[in-house]
């Protein structure tokens, strides 16, 4: 499998924004499509966001029109931009392949949104 790894979470005030990016160790990753996950504490994971290999996007209702997914073959990375963050974005975030294996996930990344 490619190995990925999450980063760029934080703390930040409602209204706030970040960037998380996943860094792949190969470049077949390229030929995926790649989603942005979260779960919060007593949450299932869920989907966030994805890009397919050509650069087509989907997003949950939850996020639309404030989080926008990208991706940089050429670093092997993709990229969440977060903006108008609401507490109920908490969560850790985790990036994989969409689908995604059942035993394939990172360590995340954790996103806090509080005043």
């Known amino acids: 499998q490619v190995q990925l790894v999450e980063s760029g979470g934080g703390l930040v005030q409602p209204g706030g924004s970040l960037r998380l990016s996943c860094a792949a160790s190969r470049s077949i990753f390229k030929f995926y499509t790649m989603g942005w996950y979260r779960q919060a504490p007593g949450k299932q994971r869920e989907l966030v966001a994805s890009?397919?290999?050509?650069?087509?996007?989907n997003y949950a209702d939850s996020v639309k029109g404030r989080f926008t997914i990208s991706r940089n073959n050429a670093k092997n990375t993709v990229y969440l931009q977060m903006n108008s963050l609401k507490p109920d974005d908490t969560a850790v975030y985790y990036c994989?392949?969409?689908?995604?294996?059942?035993?394939?996930w990172g360590q995340g990344t954790q996103v806090t949104v509080s005043s």
């Open positions: 994989n392949t969409e689908p995604a294996p059942d035993d394939s």
């Open positions: 890009i397919t290999s050509g650069e087509r996007t």
